[in-house]
T-cell receptor, first 114, second 112 residues
Framework: DAGVIQSPRHEVTEMGQEVTLRCKPISGHNSLFWYRQTMMRGLELLIYFNNNVPIDDSGMPEDRFSAKMPNASFSTLKIQPSEPRDSAVYFC????????????FGQGTRLTVV | DQQVKQNSPSLSVQEGRISILNCDYTNSMFDYFLWYKKYPAEGPTFLISISSIKDKNEDGRFTVFLNKSAKHLSLHIVPSQPGDSAVYFCAATLRGGNKLVFGAGTILRVKS
């Protein structure tokens, strides 16, 4: 398995534009997580899904952020409109739900909003 | 409110010596704890974990200790190697769930 695949690896966009980040979890994993990493706050959980259903989105900072998981092999995180303070590295991770085990992370998307 | 705290932003250790990374948590419902390692431009990777029913777990050069009464855990690396230089994240899960809550991370530098 190729692991968790995220795209794009880097994204530079202008303030006010829509940004869509994509994630393909590991096949067979039924939990998917979106994290944001910043220098100040480390790794923050934004939202997580179990079996494609959003379970906890309390970490989503504002209504500008939305996430979807239309099927077991694909998820998106969308920011509309984007702002400079959204600049961060966004990680997607997947794991087997209900088991105390580790989550596997993608390589991240470095987002820069100018 | 940060439920998992890593109060040391960075740590510098000489090669061959012990590295001790610390983590505190506030939620007594956490029952499973993990350490992740992260290199630049890569995603975090799992290192070692411990269940709340144990107080120690060892895997090669890595040992995690859990002190439930103090709500504290630590990661010991012995002996430290230059390749261990990375950011180390402590994480915890709530009882019955798999939502991982991370600390802010500690940068470890192992000098040769």
């Amino acid at each position: 398995d190729a692991g968790v695949i995220q795209s794009p690896r880097h994204e530079v966009t202008e303030m006010g534009q829509e940004v869509t980040l994509r994630c393909k979890p590991i096949s067979g994993h039924n939990s998917l997580f979106w994290y944001r990493q910043t220098m100040m706050r480390g790794l923050e959980l934004l939202i997580y899904f179990n079996n494609n259903v959003p379970i906890d989105d309390s970490g989503m900072p504002e209504d500008r952020f939305s996430a979807k998981m239309p099927n077991a092999s694909f998820s998106t995180l969308k920011i509309q409109p984007s702002e400079p303070r959204d600049s961060a590295v966004y990680f997607c991770a997947s794991s087997l739900a209900g088991i105390n085990t580790e989550a596997f992370f993608g390589q991240g998307t470095r987002l820069t909003v100018v | 409110d940060q439920q998992v705290k890593q109060n040391s932003p960075s740590l510098s250790v000489q090669e061959g010596r012990i590295s001790i990374l610390n983590c505190d948590y506030t939620n007594s419902m956490f029952d499973y704890f993990l350490w992740y390692k992260k290199y630049p431009a890569e995603g975090p990777t799992f290192l070692i974990s411990i269940s709340s029913i144990k107080d120690k777990n060892e895997d090669g050069r890595f040992t995690v200790f859990l002190n439930k009464s103090a709500k504290h855990l630590s990661l010991h690396i012995v002996p430290s190697q230059p390749g261990d230089s990375a950011v180390y994240f402590c994480a915890a899960t709530l009882r019955g769930g798999n939502k991982l809550v991370f600390g802010a991370g500690t940068i470890l530098r192992v000098k040769s």
